[in-house]
């Protein structure tokens, strides 16, 4: 009798990985507000909560064109659109800021308002978010490499690449707030900073 509980739970790992992406995407979506939540409040996340599965992440939004409304899009679509042409490197620093933010008492507390932040006065943070073009996905294998990191940032899994930074802007450009920050880190795309320690 010793099988009977063995097979059940073989039969509900098999029933799992088979399920309606609806399902998957539901599962990965209420995983993520734990993880975002836990993330918010600057405490450990990583083996803390359930872990979003990659088959859950990518079933949320496949095809790169669902409603900016849940951690893992407003995420995915921001490392994607910021660093869409990048090496993955670029891709996971981008979405340490994002997380850094997250953490930081200074920002909104979901992903998705700290991404959106500054819409409403037309200074968004996230240049993507304000620059008037459509924000639906037109490179599938890129976007589903910036869902894998999106995954990989909620579950607590990314080395944070930028030393906590809280701001980053492309090389190609020379803005003046980032004379008030100190430099944390540099990419070959970006430059990353956090505010001048004030100890």
Known sequence: M????????VAALLLAGNAPAETRAQA???????????????????????PITRGEAQAV???????????????????????????????????????????SPDFPDS????VKQG??????????????RPDEVVEAERYDLATEIARKAL???LHDRTGGALYFHDRNVSPDWARTYTRTAQTRRFLFYRPKSTT
């Open 61 to 103: 939004d496949p095809a790169g064109a669902a409603p900016l409304d849940d951690a893992i899009t407003c995420l995915a679509r921001s490392i994607y659109w910021e660093a869409k042409g990048e090496p993955p490197q670029e891709m996971e620093a981008v979405a340490n800021v994002v997380m850094n933010r997250l953490g």
């Open 28 to 50: 990965a979506e209420d995983k993520a507000e734990v993880l975002e939540e836990k993330a918010a409040q600057d405490q450990p996340v990583a083996g803390q909560a359930e």
């Open 119 to 132: 819409s409403e006065t037309g200074s968004c943070q996230f240049s993507w978010w304000c620059d008037g």
């Open 2 to 9: 010793r099988w009977i509980p063995m097979a059940v739970c």
């Open 111 to 114: 992903v998705c308002a700290v």
């Open 155 to 157: 579950n607590g899994q």
